[in-house]
């Protein structure tokens, strides 16, 4: 649905965009993350065909963004950073014009007006104008706008932000069954546990250069080495260290458990526990010590520059 | 059939975006209240003005002011309106990018003729529509006053000259909005619109009160040109990129500066290199324009000619048979011969020059072209005035202006065509580059020329009028 090769935009000498390579198919959710100035909106709007790249390609839903650009821009369905309503306009007649930007026929228009109305409860404000909505009220009309013509991609740029928890739910699981219908989706987000919900790809940008690329589990483990487990025991370890097997390695001790990592769990983890029952320690629990996408984030982002780290 | 359904269908998004804009406006009472001011207060003041002043002018036995003043007040009543076009207009691509609702409508499968033309619309149709309203209630009071109705060719004139002033200032402000980054800077520039429809409104009122309406259609037709060529400049030169990525309006000198400097040194090693190589270059670039100027120039000595006849000088202006050393003498005694004369002369054409590239540059070559056009005119009709005196013209060509012209006359076309160039490259699209790099490009071809070619050939041609021409004159017309 999206590809990218080398894509890259300059302004002037300033590169903002350098090389970029994605693949996301349809049905997928890729989370574009980054610190501000990054390089993220950028990438979306050579995606939109509203930038032209200066080297390298992309094709969006089967279109090249610079020879196919209203084809392009007809296939995409884009939330902006800057929700860029009509304050005079009421609600509804909003998502009817660009209806009608789209080329959508009066009948289906308001069919998906009133689906969308339905589906984010802005049915009770559809005549209010749109300068009466509350913000998180807009954040849900400009993601109205963005879905109306049923577009194969949706481009979306802090989709939940301004939205009290009710509602963000509501839009996450919108993109759940956007997902679900084989929609391609890019979100660009500093929400982490939002990207790390959602997206089936995670794509950290800095300077331009997506640094690191691929499943949460992926990065994790090549981020941040491998998995870490915490046994808890019914008795204390007395300050000595448990026997451990070989493929598990120590990392942290405490009165009544450890932790320790392990690259083969399936295989280690049964031989620790036999170990473990043998020299007399009852166990309480044994599991795997969450790890957010916050640590995978923010070590990608300090980690000096380097060449990028990707997986398909 | 076919083609005007395609058409219809590809009008269409421009359509809707007007129609949104100008629901919009509706909604804005701060557009609201101006208009329904200008259409109905408004003409009813001035029907108030033309009673009181025609009453006026009747008691002193001058009824042609009154006359004169009901078609003027007419006029005026249908300009007013539509002076409102300017302010929507202005912000109508630059308000949308300071709302941030740029985005989100180029985003949208729209071309760029078709925004383009639904905005300009969008800030035509309200205020000319108010505009129309209000020479209505203006015609039905003065009827109702002092039972006046203009002729019908008026009528229409006042019409069509209220549509065109209106898309003048539509289309040369959205070409403003569409290349600045805030209102703020728009309306900043909009006085490079205001002053030039000031005078032109001048202009137009002299036209009323000398009852010359027939000059009115020329003024139609001039601006329905500007308005064609400032619409071609806005569409040329709309750019989604641009709208969108440029944040300051602030004026790069030093790039701007490395920009013509590169353009004009080009890739020259060595001033003899850069005459060699680069200039022809630049020459190169001209050739469509020399050959346009060259065309224009004589086309205007063919209308100087033709004036010769319908403003006669008496027959003993041009006493050329005795021409002699009294005409050498005459031109002694005020030290024409000499360095000074040709630095005077030199600089005076370049003055004409200068003018020439200033009014260029603000009016797509136009203005500049016809500062040129002015002196082949007069060649034109002072050649024909002689020839009508019964002396040959190609005689009065060879003895005063050949010598010289020979070298001033290519000048003068080669300068024309780098400032029509200058001109025309705001209104012709330009890839990969933005507007200002493009005219840029322009301006260092056309100081290429300047120095390397226009200047050294006019102080030529100024040493021979100095030196030469005189003498030629005495050896074809003296005794």
Sequence with gaps: MIVTEGLSKSFGDFLAVDGVTLHIRAGEVLALLGPNGAGKTTTVRMLTSILSPTHGWARVAGYDVVTQANEVRAAVGILTEQHGLYSRMPGDEYLDFFGQLYGLDASLRQKRINQLFGLFGLQATRNQRIGEYSKGMRQKLALARAMLHDPPVLLLDEPTSAMDPESARLVRDSIHELRSAERAIVICTHNLAEAEELADQIAIIRHGKIIVRGSPNYLKHSLLGAAEYEVKLAVSLNGNSPNLPTGAQLTSLGSDWFRFQVNQPEMINPQLLATLLNDGFPIISLHEVPRSLEQLYLQAIQAPDESNRSHA | MKAIGRMLNQLRPALVITRREVRDQFRDWRIIIPIIVLTLVFPWLMNFTARQLVNFVESYGAPIIGDRLIPFLLMIV?????????????????????????????????????????????????????????????????????????????????????????????????????????TRAANLLASFIIIPMVLLIQAESIIMFWGNYAVLWWAIFGQIIIAILLIRTGVAHFNREELLGREFDTINIRWAWAKFSSAFVGNAKSPLDWIVHEIPKSFRRLITPVILVTFILILATIIGATQASRFQLPIDTFNLENLGAGFLEGLDEIRFFSIGSIGTIWLHNLRVLALATLLGIFSFAVLGIIVLMLPMMLIGYFTATVASAGISPWLFLTAFVLPHGVLEIPAIIIAGAAVLRMGAILAAPSKNTTIGEAWLNALSDWSRVMVAIVLPLLLAAAALEVFITPQMAIIIFGN
């Excluded at chain 2, 020479?135 to 065109?164: F, S």
């Design chain 2, 78 to 182: 249908g300009f007013f309106p539509i002076s409102i076009s300017l302010v929507i207009a202005l912000e109508s691509f630059v308000g949308e990018k300071e709302r941030h609702s740029i985005e989100p409508l180029i985003s949208s499968p729209l071309r760029n003729w078709q925004l383009y033309f639904g905005k300009l619309l969008a800030s035509l149709a309200p205020p000319l529509l108010a505009a129309y309203l209000g020479i209505c209630v203006y015609l039905v009071g003065v009827y109702r006053q002092v039972g006046w109705l203009p002729d019908m060719m008026l009528l229409i004139q006042i019409l069509a000259l209220t549509a065109v002033q209106s898309l003048v200032m539509v289309s040369g402000a959205v070409v403003i909005s569409s290349q600045t980054t805030s």
